[in-house]
């Protein structure tokens, strides 16, 4: 199982990034993906997720209108897309696949004038 985030960096508050994580050595389309996130000494936290089709997503309160997941199991990708990003979105961001106990090597992103 492979799991590759990308698509982090620096953004002014209010921005927008699209995180990208491309998934391999399992079958994709039959798991539910999750996106999760962990600031610097905090406990690493889930932020949402979605059914193994696309049907359903969840969202943490802190995130909900502003980010948004989705997927391709044509390209074995889930996306993140977050809009107007605040300083508190700072961490790095790690996605994984329900049911799977592993995670990537997580994405960079950080608020900042």
């Known amino acids: 199982v492979q799991l590759v985030e990308s698509g982090g960096g620096l953004v002014q508050p209010g921005g927008s990034l699209r995180l990208s994580c491309a998934a391999s050595?399992?079958?994709?389309?039959?798991?539910?993906m999750s996106w999760y996130r962990q600031a610097p000494g905090k406990e690493r936290e889930w932020i949402t997720d979605?059914?193994?089709?696309?049907?359903?997503?969840n969202y943490a309160d802190s995130v909900k209108g502003r980010f948004t997941i989705s997927r391709d199991n044509a390209k074995n990708t889930v996306y993140l897309q977050m809009n107007n990003l605040k300083p508190e979105d700072t961490a790095v961001y790690y996605c994984?696949?329900?049911?799977?106990?592993?995670w990537g090597q997580g994405t960079q992103v950080t608020v900042s004038s």
């Open positions: 979605i059914t193994s089709l696309g049907g359903s997503t």
């Open positions: 994984k696949a329900k049911l799977l106990a592993y």
């Open positions: 050595g399992f079958t994709f389309s039959r798991y539910g």
